[in-house]
């Protein structure tokens, strides 16, 4: 751990500008290159940047699916209509895992707390809330920050949400973070981390990080470090999670990919094909599936 998990932070020492919780050295925290490079995603993450341009009559209003898509994975054995006092989603970008939980599976919280180092996603995450209402009638804090040291009071959150987020965090920092969500999940909290750790295994990953190791020079920033499940268990143990939530599991995803389907941005031929035809046996599932999943199997 760093001296930095001994730092404490609560959303007093942020500023709130237009929605949105900014932290005294956000300006500092705009030079690095992590940042820098979110916000540069962010403008155009997955084509979010349509709920700016929709005309009332579209389609998107009526079905928000068409902008979002529906998240499966862990998501898929989420409760039907759970309510909980508060929830922390990391890596919240502009929503998509809190309206596909508020709409498909009516969770209902009173507190909601966002947190994202990409202020455009951000914004369009106010957008978002705007336009579909979900959790509606809970208290909203996004916060724009680097994840590793949480605002939030000691033992304070019931649930604590992520989706596609920790393969994106460096390790260090990463096992920081695991050691907040600790310290503030509730004893008896419940926690999703939903594919959101690259499996080291993989063999598209394996064939990926060779491929990276050839160029020095240029190497995609967000793509980072991968963990056996093993490793993630550890992790988790050593984060102090087991301890506030024993009741949990680390399993392989539903996708399985044993070629990489893009190499720096160039789609490979038949790639995509072979990896959707992946059908391994139990055994294989660990070895071949693109990342795990974490979560508490105590849902309800």
């Known amino acids: 751990m760093t001296q930095l998990a001994n730092a404490k932070f609560s959303l007093n020492d942020f500023e709130l500008q237009n929605g949105i919780y900014f932290p005294s050295d956000y300006e500092q925290l705009n030079k690095t290159k992590h940042k820098q490079t979110w916000d540069k995603i962010g403008k155009t993450y997955y084509g979010s ?20 898509g529906r998240p499966g994975g862990t998501w898929n054995k989420f409760p039907l209509n759970k309510s909980v006092d508060s929830i922390l989603e990391l890596g919240c970008g502009y929503g998509r895992a809190p309206l596909h939980l508020s709409k498909d599976k009516s969770l209902r919280c009173q507190k909601y707390y966002g947190i994202d180092i990409s202020e455009p996603l951000l914004r369009r995450l106010i957008k978002v809330k705007q336009e579909y209402d979900f959790f509606p009638g809970s208290e909203f804090n996004l916060i ?10 000691d ?21 920081n973070l695991l050691a907040e969500i600790s310290r503030v999940l509730k004893p008896g909290g419940i926690f999703v981390f939903n594919h959101s750790f690259h499996n080291k295994f993989c063999p598209s990953h394996i064939i ?54 893009t190499i720096k941005g ?31 199997t105590q849902l309800d």
Do not use: W
Request: hydrophobic share 40%; glycine share 2%.
């Open 49 to 68: 940047q349509k709920i700016e341009q929709l005309a009332e009559t579209s389609p998107i209003k009526d079905d928000y699916t068409l902008l979002t």
């Open 155 to 175: 033992n304070s959150i019931d649930l604590v949400i992520s989706n596609c987020v920790f393969m994106h965090i460096p390790d260090a920092q990463l096992r």
């Open 208 to 261: 990926h990080n060779f491929i990276r190791r050839l160029n020095l020079f240029s190497r995609n920033p967000v793509y980072l470090k991968q963990y056996s499940a093993i490793e993630i268990e550890e992790m988790l143990a050593d984060a102090g999670i087991k301890t506030k939530c024993p009741q949990y599991t680390v399993e392989p995803t539903e996708e399985y990919a044993i070629l990489p389907e």
């Open 266 to 296: 160039i789609p490979m031929p038949f790639a995509k094909a072979i990896n959707r035809s992946l059908k391994p046996s139990d055994a294989l599932k660990g070895t071949l599936a693109y990342g795990f999943s974490a979560y508490s």
């Open 144 to 153: 724009c920050t680097s994840a590793e040291i949480l605002p939030l009071e």
